[in-house]
């Protein structure tokens, strides 16, 4: 009488699907044992058991789905990682050239120093060269246009040497 | 980003004290000297005793190598990272015809009283020379070059910074880019200075006199200026455009020296110089 006592009391939580498993156990067994008991626990379960209890899937399902949501979280640190490699290693292999007045990416900083600072000089190197050159066009053998030329080309060779000096 | 981060990384080093060092070691009167400073000071004194005396305070990360015999010694400064350049203060002594060699990216370079051989290459950094004899070249990209008093042969090379010379007694070469180019000579006994100077698109201002030495001055359109002496006007010789050319002296005498110019389109301008 005492187990049908505290099934009623339990009985509520039961249909609630709120039974712990083994107050669940004890009840679905009683409810085998007493006819009383089986007269009220069976039809409240056809209406009342919870649908999550109903709708239950197989534990190989369940299984199966909990391992690719565990999958899942574990691909949560993996997919930025790889992105993260991959932009890095795109950037290395295509990396863009400096532009005019730009340092240059050397490994050898005293190098790109002197090739920064040499850049100005070498564009006026450039446009003298280029305006002796029109003149001579004008004034073919013109000696002193000639000679002009000569000393512009040797600073021209002394300055990119200077800079070469530094790649050491 | 990068910087920001770089800066966190460096601030340690630049915020701890300097290492000092001391180094000294028996020298032949002509010892060759070498040093490879890319950045901070190099002070170099020429002195009447047979050995180099070096005194360094290294930025820490640096430190200063080098060695050597009676014959020649050698330093270099070395980083232990490669994201900057290497700096010191040196402070050195060497045997005063000693045959001096210095090679620096940004670093301050001093030279007094050397009066064997001296050569610098320069990025960036200033190059003073003061009291020098022998022979002098200093190449730079585009650091600023001083030279006071000097005798013997002057070479420099350069960009596009300003070459200052004084006080020079004897053959100057003088190669410069954007960078002008000052030089001032006297007329006393012993003076003569000798040589060329060019420019590409630099001004190029000669005051004093010759003192009987031939001067020849080019430029691709860089303005020429010369301020003479009165009783000391050398032969002058331009070959410029006609309306460039606006000289107020014209005679002149050949004791007295020769100056030549020559531009493509830079202005001539001769006048008198009222002291030095």
């Known amino acids: ?168 | 980003m990068t910087w920001r981060l770089l800066t966190l990384v460096f601030l340690p080093f630049v915020a701890l004290p300097a290492q000092q060092q001391v180094r000294g070691m028996p020298a032949a009167p002509d010892v060759a000297v070498r040093f490879w400073i890319p950045a901070g000071r190099i002070e170099v004194q020429g002195w009447d005793r047979d050995s180099v005396d070096v005194r360094s305070r290294a930025a820490p990360g640096t430190r200063l190598d080098g060695g050597g015999d009676r014959r020649g010694v050698k330093f270099a400064l070395q980083s232990q990272v490669d994201t900057i350049l290497p700096s010191a203060q040196l402070q050195v002594r060497v045997p005063r015809r000693a045959k001096l060699w210095i090679k620096s990216t940004t670093a301050t370079v001093e030279v007094t009283g050397v009066h064997g051989e001296l050569e610098v290459l320069q990025v960036s950094g200033g190059t003073t020379i003061l009291n020098g004899r022998g022979v002098a070249t200093v190449e730079s990209i585009d650091g600023a070059i001083s030279v006071a008093g000097m005798d013997g042969t002057l070479r420099i090379r350069g960009g596009s910074a300003l070459a200052n010379v004084r006080g020079i007694s004897g053959t100057v070469d003088i190669s410069m880019i954007s960078g002008g180019v000052s030089l001032v000579a006297g007329p006393d006994p012993g003076d003569d200075v000798s040589g060329r100077i060019e420019t590409v698109t630099g001004p190029v201002e000669f005051r004093g006199a010759t003192g009987g030495g031939r001067l020849d001055i080019s430029t691709h359109e860089g303005a020429v200026t010369l301020s003479l002496l009165p009783g000391f006007l050398p032969l002058l010789e331009v070959e410029a455009p006609a309306p460039a050319f606006e000289p107020s002296v014209r005679a002149g005498n050949r004791q007295a020296g020769r100056i030549s110019v020559r531009t493509f389109k830079g202005r001539v301008n001769a006048g008198l110089a009222t002291g030095i």
């Not at chain 1, 187990?3 to 409810?31: P, V």
């Not at chain 1, 790109?112 to 190197?125: N, W, Y």
């Not at chain 1, 004034?139 to 040797?154: D, F, H, V, Y």
Request: aromatic residues 4%; glycine residues 6%.
């Open chain 1, 1 to 168: 009488m005492n187990a049908c006592i505290r099934l009623d009391s339990m009985l509520e939580s039961y249909l609630a699907g709120q039974a712990s498993e083994a107050e669940s156990e004890w009840l679905e067994n009683h409810a085998g044992e007493c006819e009383r008991c089986a007269a009220i626990v069976a039809p409240a379960t056809d209406l009342a058991l919870p649908l999550s209890r109903v709708m239950a899937p197989p534990v190989t399902v369940r299984a199966a789905v909990l391992a690719r949501i565990d999958a899942g979280r574990r691909r949560r640190w993996f997919v930025p990682a790889a992105i993260a490699a991959g932009l890095a290693l795109t950037f290395m292999l295509v990396r863009p050239e400096p532009k005019q007045g730009e340092v240059p990416q050397r490994r050898n900083l005293s190098a790109a120093i002197a090739a920064d600072r040499a850049a100005h000089d070498l564009g006026v190197l450039d446009a003298a060269l280029a305006e002796l050159g029109r003149a001579l066009a004008d004034s073919p053998g013109n000696q002193g246009i000639t000679e002009a030329l000569g000393r512009l080309e040797s600073q021209r060779r002394f300055l990119e040497s200077l800079v070469l000096e530094f790649e050491s």
